[in-house]
């Protein structure tokens, strides 16, 4: 999997919208961009995934660089629920099975 | 509906012993998976099973590592020998069918292993 780079830590507060940004500028053409998030004392949650367009569902909204280097994820309101590692990963469109999680960006969310 | 879980959720252990950690996937997902994570890393991959073969091991650390799934739905992740580098949050997940760039990985809670 091509590598990732996203800050070790944001902080927001709550009901305010959160941009997580991740960097990406070794991605290939088939690589889809994946977000998990980890909550504390949790596995990992799907979050949100995109190849070229933006892609909104219920819990996020994914904002993909029209030359696909960079990504944002974006939680329009965040909650303290929100508060949670958040993971941008890489997976090749092929047979690719294995997520390659990074350290992820810790954000908190203050009340 | 049922989401993928793990047993036990904590198992403390002597360095040197033998343990197994079950994982029972969502219903019907083909696709299993074991991750590691020690404190304050990602997730790190171990095994990948499509149905009851091991479709790559190449994330196991060591011979003292083996898993197992011999009816493609429950496995179970079996550590030889323990030492107290093997510490760590062992995390199982399971996906619907045969993984592409774009299927998504539902995880259980993980069972926390602690050698002493």
């Known amino acids: 999997d091509a590598k990732t780079t996203q800050p070790n830590s944001m902080e927001s507060n709550e009901e305010e919208p959160v941009h997580l940004p991740c960097n990406h500028s070794t991605i290939s053409g088939t690589d889809y961009i994946h977000w998990y998030r980890q909550l504390p004392s949790q596995g990992p949650e799907y979050v949100i995934h995109?190849?070229?367009s933006n892609v909104n569902n219920r819990m996020a909204s994914l904002a993909i660089a029209e030359d696909r280097k960079s990504s944002t994820l974006i939680l329009h309101r965040a909650t303290l629920r929100d508060a949670a590692v958040y993971y941008c990963?890489?997976?090749?469109?092929?047979?690719?099975?294995?997520?390659?999680f990074g350290k992820g960006t810790l954000l908190t969310v203050n009340p | 509906g049922a989401g993928v879980s793990q047993t036990p959720s904590n198992k403390v252990t002597e360095k040197g012993k033998y343990v197994e950690l079950r994982c029972d996937p969502i219903s019907g997902h083909t696709a299993l998976y074991w991750y590691r994570q020690s404190l304050g890393q990602g997730p790190e991959f171990l095994i990948y099973?499509?149905?009851?073969?091991?479709?790559?091991d190449s994330g196991l650390p060591n011979d003292r590592f083996f898993a197992v799934r011999p009816e493609g739905s429950v496995s179970t992740l079996k550590i030889q020998r323990t030492e107290r580098g093997d510490s760590a949050v062992y995390l199982c997940?399971?996906?619907?069918?045969?993984?592409?760039?774009?299927?998504?990985?539902?995880f259980g809670p993980g069972t926390r292993l602690t050698v002493l």
């Open positions: 995109g190849l070229t």
């Open positions: 997940a399971s996906s619907l069918k045969v993984p592409s760039g774009r299927d998504e990985q539902f």
């Open positions: 099973f499509q149905g009851t073969g091991a479709a790559d």
């Open positions: 990963i890489l997976r090749d469109g092929g047979s690719n099975y294995k997520l390659t």
